[in-house]
């Protein structure tokens, strides 16, 4: 058992491979956050705080005159807002009487077996015996609420998830005005923030930023977890890097508006907290009703940022992913938007499948505009019925030929959306999320469906479940392509207004888990207009998610380096695309952009009909090193060995047993008279011996790893270079 309970029930010790986190209940039953670090063993580390009567720091009845007792300065599991802790708060309560305050002390605990489910939230799951789980009561001093902490210990993996469940066990209505799922602070340390930001066509770009007295904060309101920050942020110590360093992860299984901060307090203490974002939030809590926080999820590492990401790497690909295609190689597709856009007819598709499963190719992606009326971005959503004029049939004739073709078939959809010119809107106008009495924003001419209404989610399962079985469709991009605002929903009263966003959420993850249980077979790709909802929920349903609107390959070394800090190489959607880029006008040659989409989920979006023939044969060729290497970039050990920003872009893949390893180095400027290229492996076995595929020369893998290799010639400019090691 990973969770270890002394002091008569009082101190909690969640043991994982490398790292100890643990909470006291102190004798004022105020949760106390004790220690989360390097491995310790079970002596109470509550002696690491120290007290002092700090000016201003007001002290709780309990403390009966103490002035160095204040929730303003300790360490804490659950700080709540109103009741004297001035830092940033998990939680507030609007109580009956209108007064804000919430005082969570603790009053017990349950120890279980296995991982904690949230009622219609993704959240890490396992057999029943990989994990352990720690539900710790907490009661408001002065209302009947009551606020469970949930921490779910996978040991092996170095993680623990925390979350939370608000309930009102009172007879008067409470409003959470706040809910957020963790907070960790820190008693000692100077740490730096890792947050990933981005926007349209440029995500998850790292930006690194000391934790300071000025409040550090990032989040979403747009409904989705965002292009522009993901939420996922590291707190690490300030000098730490890819190999050394205390490293503390916080990853939100969720995927619409959050919050995450951390801010250093007037003692020097951090605290970070992370969940559910207050802005527009509230939440009606009648008598007897609950709410479900989302799940973070925590992850320690005592050596740097490569292996806390190997850590989030394997517990999201292991215990969040889920499906047929959870441990498998996923078939390699063409996706026919960027070759035809809206400007595509049915015979047109099948030439593109007919060229692409002669190169070996496995699955057509049928993209936006084979639906309603869609030959623009200006109408057509909800309408999720062929076109079959556009298509010169149905999509099942469409969808046997290429399964004729021994190809799999794709559809794009974006259930959550709604156009205006629709017939959907003409019928149903009240289920567009839009405020009445004004006007709405459109974004990509649309408006948003209202998911949290159940007969909007019924009349899309039938649809859908219809359309997938009559098609016998075995893949689906989950398209949304706007942000939300004017939020509103006509089914639920003033008072709940609050709740629409999160509704929303719940509204997609209930359809999305109906459609899976009815087609257990189907793979679903997230999508966002590319990385807009990258993020660990969405991971619970898709196993991919299109990474990326942005198909450069010399971007795209920049936004899958920052996307690999927390997810596997397994989740990005990559594809191979034509040049000029689209997006950036450059011009990269067709190896490279096979070697950059080998490091995701492989795929490609061009215009076969304007591939040379000479880059067919390295489409061919292309397909062959997918099938060599997918196992090792799917599953292997992902090393980030150059960033981005330098001569060259680098990183790695080895596999479990430590016998084969793929380097991949893309050169991204290019001087005369240039310095040579020295790069060396990581993650080899230091004992075992290795031929290198570039030299042919055979070395420990200690000598690989510490005296590299020179590359005989400098590459050119966009040029990349393949390094496999081998025993
Ligand atoms: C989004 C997606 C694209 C494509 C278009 C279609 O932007 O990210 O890949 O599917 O929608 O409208």
């Known amino acids: 058992m990973a969770i270890l309970v002394g002091e008569e029930g009082r101190l909690f010790t969640l043991q994982t491979a490398d790292g100890t986190y643990q909470m006291y209940a102190d004798e004022k039953n105020v949760l106390l956050h004790t220690y989360y670090g390097k491995k310790i063993e079970t002596e109470n580390m509550a002696e690491l705080i120290c007290r002092t009567d700090v000016g201003f720091a007001g002290n709780p009845p309990e403390a009966a005159g103490d002035r160095t007792y204040s929730l303003d300065c300790l360490p804490q599991e659950l700080p709540s807002g109103g009741v004297g802790d001035y830092r940033e708060e998990c939680v507030c309560i609007k109580h009956a009487d209108g007064s804000l305050a919430a005082d969570f002390r603790f009053a017990g605990y349950e120890v279980r077996k296995g991982a904690y489910k949230l009622p219609g939230l993704p959240a890490l799951y396992d057999g029943g015996q990989e994990s352990d789980t720690l539900v710790i009561t907490m009661r408001e001093k002065a209302s009947d609420v009551t606020a469970y902490l949930y921490y779910g210990v996978f040991e092996r993996e170095n993680v623990i998830t925390r979350a939370v469940r608000v309930e009102n066990n009172g007879d008067k209505e409470i409003v959470l005005e706040r809910c957020l799922s963790a907070c960790l602070d820190f008693q000692y340390g100077s740490y730096d923030f890792i947050t990933f930001c981005g926007r349209h066509a440029m995500e998850r770009v790292p930006e690194r930023t000391a934790i300071g007295r000025t409040k550090l904060e990032i989040g979403s309101l747009r409904g989705t977890s965002s292009h522009q920050y993901n939420p996922a942020v590291i707190c690490c110590e300030a000098t730490a890097g890819e190999e050394h360093g205390d490293c503390y992860g916080l990853c939100l299984a969720y995927s619409g508006n959050f919050l995450a901060c951390a801010q250093m307090d007037q003692r020097g203490q951090t605290r970070a907290l992370m969940g559910i974002h207050p802005g527009r939030f509230s939440y009606l809590l009648k ?18 940022l490569t292996k806390l990401s190997h850590q989030y790497h394997r517990i999201l690909r292991n215990h969040m992913c889920r499906g047929a295609y959870q441990h498998s190689k996923r078939p390699i597709l063409i996706n026919n938007w960027e070759a035809t856009y809206f400007d595509f007819n049915g015979e047109k598709i099948l030439n593109i499948a007919r060229q692409a499963a002669e190169l070996g190719i496995e699955m057509l992606v049928l993209d936006d505009g084979w639906f309603g009326k869609r030959d623009s971005d200006y109408s057509g959503l909800g309408d999720w019925y062929v076109n079959e004029r556009k298509l010169g049939g149905s999509l099942a004739q469409l969808s046997g030929k290429i399964h004729d073709m021994g190809m799999k078939f794709g559809l794009w959809l974006e259930p959550e959306m709604i156009s205006e010119d629709s017939d959907l809107y003409r019928r149903h106008p009240e289920w567009a999320v839009r405020i009445p009495g004004r006007e709405p924003n459109r974004s990509r001419s649309q408006l948003v469906l209202d998911l949290s209404r159940g007969d ?7 649809t859908l479940s219809g359309l997938l079985r009559e098609a016998s469709v075995d893949y689906v991009k989950w398209d949304v392509n706007r942000s939300t605002c004017d939020v509103y929903s006509n089914a639920l009263g003033r008072e709940r207004m609050g709740e629409v966003s999160h509704r929303l959420i719940l509204g997609m993850y209930e359809l999305l888990e109906r459609l899976l249980t009815a087609f257990p077979n189907l793979l679903l790709e997230g999508c ?6 990258f993020d660990a929920g969405m991971l619970y349903y898709a196993p991919q998610i299109w990474c990326s609107d942005n198909t450069d390959a010399v971007n795209r070394l920049q936004i899958q380096y920052g996307t690999s800090f927390f997810y596997p190489v397994s989740a990005v959607g990559s594809h191979v695309s034509a040049v000029p880029n689209h997006q950036t006008g450059r011009i990269t040659s067709f190896a490279t952009r096979g070697h950059v989409a080998l490091a995701g989920s492989f795929g490609y979006e061009l215009d076969l009909n304007k591939v040379t023939e000479e880059e067919k044969e390295l489409v061919k060729q292309q397909v062959a090193q997918f099938h060599k290497y997918n196992s090792l970039t799917r599953e292997g050990d992902y090393y980030r060995i150059q960033a981005p920003g330098g001569r060259f872009s680098a990183w790695e893949f080895v596999d479990e047993a430590k016998e084969h390893a793929l380097l991949t180095l893309v050169m ?12 060396a492996a990581k993650g080899l076995d230091p004992e075992k011996q290795y031929r290198c595929s570039v030299n042919g020369q055979v ?12 590359l005989a010639r400098v590459p050119g400019e966009y040029e990349s270079v393949l390094i496999e090691w081998e025993v």
């Open 528 to 533: 966002s207009g590319g990385g807009g909802r």
């Open 456 to 462: 909007v989610r019924d009349y899309l399962f039938e």
């Open 287 to 304: 008598a007897g009703e609950s709410f479900d926080a989302p799940q973070v999820i925590l992850s320690y590492s005592d050596e740097g």
């Open 668 to 679: 991204t400027s290019a001087e005369g008279n240039p310095f040579p290229v020295h790069i």
């Open 699 to 710: 070395h420990s893998g200690r000598t690989w790893m510490n005296a590299g290799l020179t």
